[in-house]
Nanobody, 124 residues
Framework: QVELVESGGGLVQAGGSLRLSCEAF????????MGWFRQAPGKEREFVAT????????SYADAVKGRFTISRDNAKNMVYLEMNSLKPEDTAVYYC?????????????????WGQGTQVTVSS
């Protein structure tokens, strides 16, 4: 049984920062690629960032590159998303997900387990 639980969302002014956390319950966390996705009202879910099993390699959507940082702590079964210079267009529900692939991917269909999501709202 795998469960992903996100936390850290909230309301922040434009230009501010938030750090999202995702705790994974289940064995062998370190053997899976992890990712963050987001979904704004009325829009499709979109890729934000992904991180390799070791944490040594990362990929980002162009919209967040240079502002967001994904990281993981395999000893704690945690994955994080540090978000800086937030913009109103970053407002969305953010989801943590575990991939079924051994390589980093931005395709949501490659992710088999999802958290419940955490709301991030950026005011202008």
């Amino acid at each position: 049984q795998v469960e992903l639980v996100e936390s850290g969302g909230g309301l922040v002014q434009a230009g501010g920062s938030l750090r999202l956390s995702c705790e994974a319950f289940g064995r062998t966390f370190s053997t899976y690629v992890m990712g963050w996705f987001r979904q704004a009202p009325g829009k499709e879910r979109e890729f934000v960032a992904t991180i390799s099993r070791s944490g040594g390699d990362t990929s980002y959507a162009d919209a967040v590159k240079g502002r967001f940082t994904i990281s993981r702590d395999n000893a704690k079964n945690m994955v994080y998303l540090e978000m800086n210079s937030l913009k109103p267009e970053d407002t969305a529900v953010y989801y943590c997900a575990r991939s079924r692939t051994s390589w980093r991917t931005s395709e949501s269909t490659s992710y088999t387990y999802w958290g419940q999501g955490t709301q991030v709202t950026v005011s202008s």
